[in-house]
T-cell receptor
């Protein structure tokens, strides 16, 4: 089954404790992206990747890191989480170019930072 | 001003009603347009692409007006199962999403 998977689905953590949210897709998509969704602010892009070893900042990259060592995986790293990073996070992927193709979203990760 | 703006909603309609959502965008270089559906606390899923000539998929019709820079989604004969949040996505090199419009269809 074609899908985007994310783990964990729910996470409660404390300020400053490094965490990684994994994302994997099995559709051989070149493009992968991370979004956060907050009430009243919609979906905002954090980082994106056009292919292996090619990543770039989205609209709200501060406090996040990513890597793309393999085509299928695109982990999101929070080196020192803060309460303002409490949000619902979605990973998405698509064929290249992303502005011509449908994006497939993972099920979401609900993160709470206390 | 946001790059993509949607009707604020929420829309509360009875079963069988016709409802329309609009989405305006500011970047005239936008290339492609989509409507996504998002159920509560779940991931967005593609509902339909929006083509220049307009397109229909069953009870759903999407239209694009490049001159006025907006897209629309029309839902005819609303069902209870149509209750969700509808997000528009406007692409110009990257995807920019609207905040979404919430639709509740009531018996």
């Amino acid at each position: 089954e074609a899908q985007v998977t994310q783990n964990p689905r729910y996470l409660i953590t404390v300020t400053g404790k490094k965490l990684t949210v994994t994302c994997s897709q099995n559709m051989n998509h070149e493009y992968m992206s991370w979004y956060r969704q907050d009430p009243g602010l919609g979906l905002r892009q954090i980082y994106y990747s056009m292919n292996v070893e090619v990543t770039d900042k989205g609209d709200v990259p501060e406090g996040y890191k990513v890597s793309r060592k393999e085509k299928r995986n695109f982990p999101l790293i929070l080196e020192s989480p803060s309460p303002n990073q409490t949000s619902l996070y979605f990973c998405a992927s698509s064929f290249w170019p992303p502005d011509r193709n449908e994006q497939y979203f993972g099920p979401g990760t609900r993160l709470t930072v206390t | 001003r946001k790059e993509v703006e949607q009707d604020p909603g929420p829309f509360n309609v009875p079963e069988g009603a016709t409802v329309a959502f609009n989405c305006t965008y500011s970047n005239s270089a936008s290339q492609s347009f989509f409507w996504y559906r998002q159920d509560c606390r779940k991931e967005p899923k593609l509902l339909m692409s929006v083509y220049s000539s307009g397109n229909e998929d069953g009870r759903f019709t999407a239209q694009l007006n490049r001159a006025s820079q907006y897209i629309s989604l029309l839902i005819r004969d609303s069902k209870l199962s149509d209750s969700a949040t509808y997000l528009c996505a406007v692409n110009a090199g990257k995807s920019t999403f609207g905040d979404g419009t919430t639709l509740t269809v009531k018996p």
